[in-house]
Protein backbone atom coordinates (compact mmCIF):
# COMPACT_ATOMS: atom_id res chain seq x y z
CA UNK A 1 0.00 0.00 0.00
CA UNK A 2 0.94 2.90 -0.83
CA UNK A 3 -0.84 6.56 0.61
CA UNK A 4 -0.09 9.54 -1.51
CA UNK A 5 -0.35 13.56 0.04
CA UNK A 6 -0.19 16.49 -2.18
CA UNK A 7 0.33 20.00 -1.23
CA UNK A 8 1.33 23.08 -3.10
CA UNK A 9 -0.92 24.77 -5.72
CA UNK A 10 -3.14 27.65 -5.04
CA UNK A 11 -3.43 31.16 -6.80
CA UNK A 12 -1.01 32.16 -9.19
CA UNK A 13 -0.67 34.77 -12.01
CA UNK A 14 -0.18 33.79 -16.02
CA UNK A 15 3.57 33.48 -16.34
CA UNK A 16 4.09 32.91 -12.82
CA UNK A 17 5.61 29.58 -10.60
CA UNK A 18 4.44 27.07 -8.44
CA UNK A 19 5.49 23.80 -7.16
CA UNK A 20 3.91 21.06 -6.23
CA UNK A 21 4.78 18.27 -3.40
CA UNK A 22 3.56 14.78 -3.25
CA UNK A 23 4.99 12.88 -0.13
CA UNK A 24 4.33 8.71 -0.10
CA UNK A 25 4.16 6.47 2.44
CA UNK A 26 6.33 2.99 2.39
CA UNK A 27 8.93 1.57 2.48
CA UNK A 28 9.59 0.70 -1.47
CA UNK A 29 8.70 4.52 -3.17
CA UNK A 30 11.83 4.08 -4.70
CA UNK A 31 10.65 1.66 -7.08
CA UNK A 32 7.39 2.99 -8.13
CA UNK A 33 6.81 4.79 -10.82
CA UNK A 34 5.84 8.40 -10.08
CA UNK A 35 2.76 10.08 -12.25
CA UNK A 36 1.64 13.85 -12.47
CA UNK A 37 -1.91 14.04 -13.84
CA UNK A 38 -4.46 16.75 -14.31
CA UNK A 39 -8.34 17.45 -14.13
CA UNK A 40 -9.60 20.62 -15.29
CA UNK A 41 -13.39 21.67 -14.48
CA UNK A 42 -15.29 19.62 -17.18
CA UNK A 43 -13.00 17.49 -18.63
CA UNK A 44 -10.94 14.01 -18.58
CA UNK A 45 -8.11 13.65 -16.14
CA UNK A 46 -5.02 13.76 -18.13
CA UNK A 47 -0.96 12.89 -18.05
CA UNK A 48 0.79 15.75 -17.03
CA UNK A 49 4.11 13.33 -17.15
CA UNK A 50 6.15 11.03 -14.82
CA UNK A 51 9.56 9.86 -13.03
CA UNK A 52 10.96 6.95 -12.69
CA UNK A 53 13.07 4.75 -9.64
CA UNK A 54 16.55 6.37 -11.26
CA UNK A 55 14.97 10.38 -11.65
CA UNK A 56 14.24 10.26 -15.60
CA UNK A 57 11.37 11.65 -16.90
CA UNK A 58 9.15 12.07 -19.10
CA UNK A 59 6.57 15.28 -19.85
CA UNK A 60 3.69 15.39 -22.36
CA UNK A 61 4.16 18.20 -24.77
CA UNK A 62 1.83 20.92 -23.42
CA UNK A 63 3.99 20.92 -20.52
CA UNK A 64 7.14 20.27 -21.76
CA UNK A 65 10.20 23.21 -21.14
CA UNK A 66 8.48 24.74 -18.50
CA UNK A 67 7.15 21.30 -15.83
CA UNK A 68 10.16 19.75 -13.60
CA UNK A 69 9.40 16.53 -12.14
CA UNK A 70 12.02 15.50 -9.47
CA UNK A 71 12.08 12.85 -7.04
CA UNK A 72 13.88 12.50 -3.46
CA UNK A 73 13.67 9.17 -2.80
CA UNK A 74 15.41 8.93 0.85
CA UNK A 75 12.27 11.79 1.44
CA UNK A 76 9.75 9.68 -0.18
CA UNK A 77 8.78 13.12 -1.97
CA UNK A 78 8.32 13.65 -5.57
CA UNK A 79 8.07 17.36 -6.86
CA UNK A 80 6.36 19.24 -9.88
CA UNK A 81 7.77 23.07 -10.18
CA UNK A 82 5.74 24.82 -13.01
CA UNK A 83 7.01 27.84 -14.53
CA UNK A 84 5.40 30.17 -16.94
CA UNK A 85 1.91 28.92 -16.16
CA UNK A 86 -0.65 29.55 -18.56
CA UNK A 87 -4.59 29.79 -17.49
CA UNK A 88 -5.09 26.30 -19.35
CA UNK A 89 -3.24 25.09 -16.90
CA UNK A 90 -5.72 25.06 -14.15
CA UNK A 91 -6.91 22.03 -12.86
CA UNK A 92 -6.70 19.86 -9.61
CA UNK A 93 -3.58 18.14 -10.06
CA UNK A 94 -2.72 14.68 -8.75
CA UNK A 95 0.33 12.60 -7.97
CA UNK A 96 0.27 8.67 -8.70
CA UNK A 97 2.33 5.68 -7.85
CA UNK A 98 2.91 2.46 -9.78
CA UNK A 99 5.16 -0.39 -9.59
CA UNK A 100 8.26 0.11 -11.54
CA UNK A 101 7.10 0.71 -15.26
CA UNK A 102 6.05 3.93 -16.96
CA UNK A 103 2.23 4.53 -18.08
CA UNK A 104 0.52 7.47 -19.11
CA UNK A 105 -2.97 5.51 -18.65
CA UNK A 106 -4.98 6.57 -15.17
CA UNK A 107 -6.49 3.43 -15.47
CA UNK A 108 -2.86 1.71 -14.64
CA UNK A 109 -1.98 3.76 -11.57
CA UNK A 110 -3.44 2.23 -8.12
CA UNK A 111 -2.39 4.55 -5.75
CA UNK A 112 -3.57 8.18 -6.18
CA UNK A 113 -3.19 11.49 -3.85
CA UNK A 114 -5.99 13.10 -2.98
CA UNK A 115 -5.50 16.18 -5.51
CA UNK A 116 -4.62 19.83 -5.03
CA UNK A 117 -5.93 22.56 -7.21
CA UNK A 118 -3.80 25.37 -8.93
CA UNK A 119 -5.82 28.05 -10.59
CA UNK A 120 -3.70 30.41 -12.77
CA UNK A 121 -5.09 33.86 -13.54
CA UNK A 122 -4.65 35.90 -17.10
Known amino acids: QVQLVESGGGLVQAGGSARLSCAAS????????MGWFRQAPGKEREFVGGTDSGGSTYYVDSVKGRFTMSRDNAKNTVYLQMNSLKPEDTAVYYC????????????????WGQGTQVTVSS
Open 26 to 33: GRTFSSYY
Open 96 to 111: AARWVYFSGSTTSYPY
